[in-house]
């Protein structure tokens, strides 16, 4: 039976969960993940363990922050005072928003703290610092 390698389209089931068993996504109802082994698609841990998966195989990845979304930046951890933000903003602890970069391209960022002359947005990706659990079946090789 052919395994996977670099190159090779695949398609995946998944469920993707936090040390204490939290789920944070799954392809479960939907369609499988695909995506091409070795391209850089996926982060580091989640291609890792698919490489040399049959079709049909389950497996349990626990894979470290580092080959995750990495550790958490304080660099992206930003003090932003309330006059740069728009008069009609109501933030709230959590809150979404999206940030321009200088380039113009949008970068979502979360409120992590309200003050009364400032707001702190975190940039860090939700998953960044955290080590996770993926339980994937590989559903076919192409």
């Known amino acids: 039976m052919s395994k996977a ?19 944070f ?7 499988p993940l695909e995506f091409e082994v070795g391209a850089g698609m996926m982060i580091k841990g989640f291609d890792a363990a698919v490489y040399g998966m049959e079709i049909g195989e389950k497996v349990t990845a626990e894979i470290s922050a580092a080959e995750a979304y990495g550790e958490s930046n304080p660099e992206l951890i930003i003090d932003v005072p309330r006059q740069n933000l728009p008069a009609d903003l109501k933030p709230e602890i959590g809150q979404q928003l999206a940030m ?4 113009g391209q949008q ?3 979360k409120v992590a703290e309200v003050h009364e002359d400032k707001v702190v947005i975190d940039a860090n990706h939700d998953l960044a610092g955290k080590d996770l659990i993926f339980d994937i079946e590989l559903v076919s090789i192409n």
Do not use: C, F, I, W
């Open 5 to 23: 390698k670099a190159g090779d389209n695949v398609k995946v089931h998944y469920t993707g969960k936090l040390n204490d068993g939290t789920v």
């Open 100 to 103: 321009s970069q200088p380039n």
């Open 25 to 31: 996504d799954s392809s479960e109802g939907r369609a």
């Open 107 to 109: 970068m979502p960022v």
